[in-house]
């Protein structure tokens, strides 16, 4: 019952963002924040949700909310660093580009995820926190993203074009890399790849394509509300956007089952954002 009950919290959740980022871009156009916060929002759902769900295992609510009030302060300041230090290709200001605060990212939220296998070894193996092959899963992540990401760039880029090499893609590349690893891409992945593939395929008995199949479908409701902050071109850049989002979920959910652990997942998914960027950013 506890592990439906949290499923459905994932779900609405998830639903209730996406309505979010949909009508952000659409009620604020001219805004420049208007196009990262969806993103940040987003971010930040994806770390409260597995954060409380473990405080809650070992305390009540009085005490786990004491614990989680200084995690929500980094996780908001590394949140409001990423808007700020947003280069112009997100955030389509040119007076935005403070790239020195985009490395603050992940140096705010990665002690975070320390202080959470340090404090619950148990529960956050379980979410798939192992350090256990870690060089193998690091290759075999990169590989993974760098050939949908390569292959996104052949196939899309026919179409749509890809960007020129300049210092401003540079920044955008590193400001990019930052944000993924320091919130978005490690969020999702903690949300998606661990905390609800626990509940649905972790302990369970039975075939884990149904469950395997359901992550990767509320997964991609995420990137249904994302997509207006992409500066896509027509319905083909919807369609490619969408189509490898989709892709990645599966991608991602498949080395979280074959390796057992997030972390292929994780640069999977942070080397393929890096390269799409050049893309659907542009």
Avoid: K
Wanted: hydrophobic letters at 60%.
């Amino acid at each position: 019952m506890r592990r439906l009950r949290l499923w459905r919290a994932i779900e609405i959740v998830v639903a209730l963002m996406s309505l979010v980022a949909l009508t952000v871009p659409l009620l604020f156009p001219s805004w420049p924040g208007a196009r990262i916060l969806p993103f940040a929002l987003f971010s930040l759902a994806f770390w409260i949700l597995p954060i409380w769900t473990l405080l809650r295992t070992q305390m009540t609510v009085g005490p786990a909310l004491l614990r989680i009030l200084p995690i929500l302060g980094l996780l908001l300041a590394a949140m409001l660093i990423a808007i700020i230090s947003a280069p112009a290709a997100v955030t389509g200001n040119e007076g935005q580009n403070i790239l020195i605060l985009s490395a603050m990212i992940p140096a705010l939220t990665w002690p975070v995820l320390a202080w959470l296998v340090r404090r619950f070894p148990t529960r956050t193996r379980a979410l798939g926190f192992t350090t256990m092959g870690w060089p193998a899963n690091l290759v075999i992540g990169a590989a993974a993203g760098a050939a949908l990401g390569l292959h996104l760039l052949f196939s899309a880029g026919l179409t749509m074009g890809l960007a020129q090499p300049s210092a401003a893609m540079l920044t955008l590349l590193v400001w990019t890399l930052c944000f993924q690893a320091g919130l978005l891409a490690v969020g999702e992945e903690i949300l998606f790849r661990g905390l609800a593939y626990d509940l649905l395929i972790g302990s369970q008995p039975g075939n884990p394509i149904v469950p395997g199949l359901r992550i990767v479908l509320l997964n991609s409701i995420v990137y249904l509300g994302l997509w207006p902050s992409f500066n896509l071109q027509g319905v083909s850049g919807v369609f490619w956007f969408l189509a490898y989002s989709v892709v990645l979920a599966l991608l991602t959910t498949y080395l979280r089952y074959r390796q057992r652990s997030l972390l292929p997942g994780m640069v999977c998914r942070i080397v393929f954002a890096t390269l799409a960027i050049l893309i659907f950013a542009t």
